[in-house]
């Protein structure tokens, strides 16, 4: 079938400790919402960081793309994480959510590190991007591992 180029945005980056998106309603819930780590040392190994990305499209028509995530790190050093491809049946709902769970994640310099959601439709054409910014502080206090872990990570 035709794929149509239109308006689609990112409305939502998000980086969380976990998320899930409900099978039955399509809901997404997302756990422990993070944009600060404090941290005794550097490099930090995080067990999960979770990556909810939303997608809107202006018209309930089909979108085929491909979805792609770059880490920026703090010395501006460019990582592909991953990336898939996007398809959006021709259906009533405009919108979409997608979660990406990475494990024993790798964080090897402090300050802040950039994870940028680039949708580019089937020409790879650039149409929306999304990003979410994670700092990382290498903090002194040797009684920082004694916190609990509301306080070493910054949560909502």
Same mark, same amino acid.
Request: aromatic share 8%; charged share 25%; hydrophobic share 35%.
């Given at each position: 079938?035709?794929?149509?180029?239109?308006?689609?945005?990112?409305?939502?980056?998000?980086?969380?400790?976990?998320?899930?998106?409900?099978?039955?309603?399509?809901?997404?819930?997302?756990?422990?919402?993070?944009?600060? @780590? %404090?941290?005794?040392?550097?490099?930090?190994?995080?067990?999960? $960081?979770?990556? #909810?990305?939303?997608? /809107?499209?202006? !018209?309930?028509?089909?979108?085929?793309?491909?979805?792609?995530?770059?880490?920026?790190?703090?010395?501006?050093?460019?990582?592909?994480?991953?990336?898939?491809?996007?398809?959006?049946?021709?259906?009533?709902?405009?919108?979409?959510?997608?979660?990406?769970?990475?494990?024993?994640?790798? @964080? %090897?310099?402090?300050?802040?590190?950039?994870?940028?959601?680039? $949708?580019?439709? #089937?020409?790879?054409? /650039?149409?929306? !991007?999304?990003?979410?910014?994670?700092?990382?502080?290498?903090?002194?206090?040797?009684?920082?591992?004694?916190?609990?872990?509301?306080?070493?990570?910054?949560?909502?």
């Amino acid at each position: 079938f035709q794929y149509t180029v239109y308006m689609i945005t990112i409305p939502y980056t998000l980086l969380s400790l976990s998320s899930s998106i409900d099978q039955q309603t399509g809901n997404l819930s997302v756990f422990e919402l993070v944009e600060e @780590i %404090n941290t005794l040392q550097v490099p930090v190994l995080m067990q999960q $960081l979770t990556l #909810s990305i939303g997608l /809107k499209k202006s !018209e309930p028509k089909p979108f085929l793309g491909t979805m792609i995530i770059h880490m920026i790190t703090p010395s501006n050093k460019v990582h592909k994480l991953g990336a898939t491809e996007v398809k959006m049946e021709s259906t009533s709902r405009k919108s979409s959510r997608t979660v990406v769970k990475f494990s024993n994640f790798p @964080i %090897n310099e402090e300050g802040k590190t950039r994870f940028v959601v680039s $949708l580019l439709d #089937s020409e790879n054409k /650039k149409v929306a !991007e999304g990003i979410s910014d994670l700092e990382v502080i290498k903090v002194e206090n040797q009684d920082k591992h004694f916190l609990p872990k509301e306080q070493r990570v910054r949560i909502w």
